[in-house]
Each structure stands twice: as structure tokens, then as C-alpha cells.
């Protein structure tokens, strides 16, 4: 059974960091790509990064490039999430989500944890 549990989250103020990860469990960590994405109160799923199998190739969209940055750790079964920089704009539930893929509706995954909760508040 496949098993995704975020944590890290919490509430701090503008500017400041924090580290998400994401333990996983269920299935061979290393052999997938791995997501986070992120919701907003009131708005539709975000995608945040990607990490490829293998060399662990990242991308990341235009709203945390050059803040965030998405590591794994394959020997522990683990993703993260260094968030720095934070801003209000940041604040949603952190999820990370299992084999990304694109299809005609759009981003697909496998599955996805229950979420940590960000809040950058002023």
C-alpha cells in the first residue's frame, strides 16, 4: 500500500524558510518521479516541482524558481521541500505526489499524501 506523509509545515513570516518532507513507503521510492504541488484556500491544485528517477533532474514552475528547491533522499525513502524566501503568496497545503505525468486533462499523479499546512502571515 502506497504511503505519503508530508511534514514540515507550520506558520512563519515573510522571508523566512522552511523545510517540507515527505516520507514515503509502499513502493520502490527510487524508481519514480516525484511532485509537490500545493493548494490555496479557494483555488484549484497547484503544481510546484518535479524530481526525476535517476540523476533527479528538477524543474519548477515560474512561481518558486530560484526560492524552492526539491531534493530526495532515495536511501530513506524521503522527498523535500526547501522553501525560502517565503511569501503570502506561499501559503496553501503541501502535498507531495507520486509518478507525475501529463495526459490530456492536464497533470496526473499516482497519488498524493494528506498535506502540510503552510501559512506565511505578516
Known amino acids: 500500500q502506497v504511503q505519503l506523509v508530508e511534514s514540515g509545515g507550520g506558520s512563519v513570516q515573510p522571508g523566512e524558510s522552511l523545510t517540507l518532507s515527505c516520507a514515503t513507503s509502499g513502493f520502490t521510492f527510487r524508481d519514480y518521479a516525484m511532485s509537490w504541488v500545493r493548494q490555496a484556500p479557494g483555488k484549484d491544485l497547484e503544481w510546484v516541482a518535479d524530481?526525476?528517477?535517476?540523476?533527479?533532474?528538477?524543474i519548477y514552475a515560474d512561481a518558486v524558481k530560484g526560492r524552492f528547491s526539491i531534493s530526495r533522499d532515495n536511501a530513506q525513502n524521503t522527498l523535500y521541500l526547501q522553501l525560502n524566501n517565503l511569501t503570502l503568496e506561499d501559503t496553501a497545503v503541501y502535498y507531495c505526489?507520486?509518478?507525475?505525468?501529463?495526459?490530456?486533462?492536464?497533470?496526473?499523479?499516482?497519488?498524493r499524501g494528506q498535506g502540510t499546512q503552510v501559512t506565511v502571515s505578516a
Open positions: 505526489a507520486k509518478g507525475p505525468r501529463i495526459t490530456l486533462g492536464g497533470r496526473e499523479y499516482d497519488s
Open positions: 524530481i526525476t528517477s535517476g540523476v533527479g533532474k528538477r
